[in-house]
């Protein structure tokens, strides 16, 4: 028989509820979304990487040569070109390479928001590297350059 020609009761349907819906799979806009969030982090990995690159780069340069127990003109030496490098990769190398004495410290002094070059331990850079028979107080010297990596770098 037609269903047009059944009783109006008889042509009613049962209430079907809507089959439940799962969180799984997404709607494509959740995806866009996720794949929005994984770009957005790894660019901000990559560019909190490449700012911190040169401080890494001149610590483990500092911890090698905490390690090599270098006598302690070379390690003013070494120390002074770390310093240097690092000056010259923050600003320009015309501010930083035609300085030294009081001037150089003072640079030091300021990158590093610091005091400690100019009337502190880092003074032994002013001759240290140029006496033979320099002494000093390593630990203090390399800790020092340290703080100023970490803070300058």
Do not use: Y
């Not at 269903?3 to 008889?10: C, I, K, N």
């Not at 990769?89 to 070059?117: I, K, P, Q, Y």
């Not at 331990?121 to 970490?150: K, T």
């Amino acid at each position: 028989m037609k269903e047009a020609a059944l009783p109006l009761a008889e042509r009613i349907r049962d209430i079907h509820q809507p089959e439940p819906h799962f969180w799984w799979p997404p709607a494509p806009g959740w995806w866009l979304v996720a794949v929005l969030l994984l770009l957005l982090g790894g660019l901000a990995i990559l560019r909190h990487r490449r700012r911190t690159a040169l401080r890494r780069a001149a610590l483990a340069e500092l911890h090698g040569l905490r390690r090599a127990r270098l006598d302690p003109r070379r390690l003013a030496v070494s120390l002074e070109m770390l310093l240097r490098r690092v000056a010259m990769a923050r600003l320009s190398r015309s501010e930083v390479a035609t300085l030294h004495g009081e001037a150089w410290l003072a640079l030091l002094d300021r990158l590093g928001n610091t005091r400690e070059f100019g009337e502190g331990a880092g003074r032994v850079l002013l001759c240290a590297p140029w006496e033979p028979s320099a002494s000093f107080d390593r630990e203090a010297l390399l800790d020092l350059v340290e703080r100023w990596l970490e803070r300058a770098a």
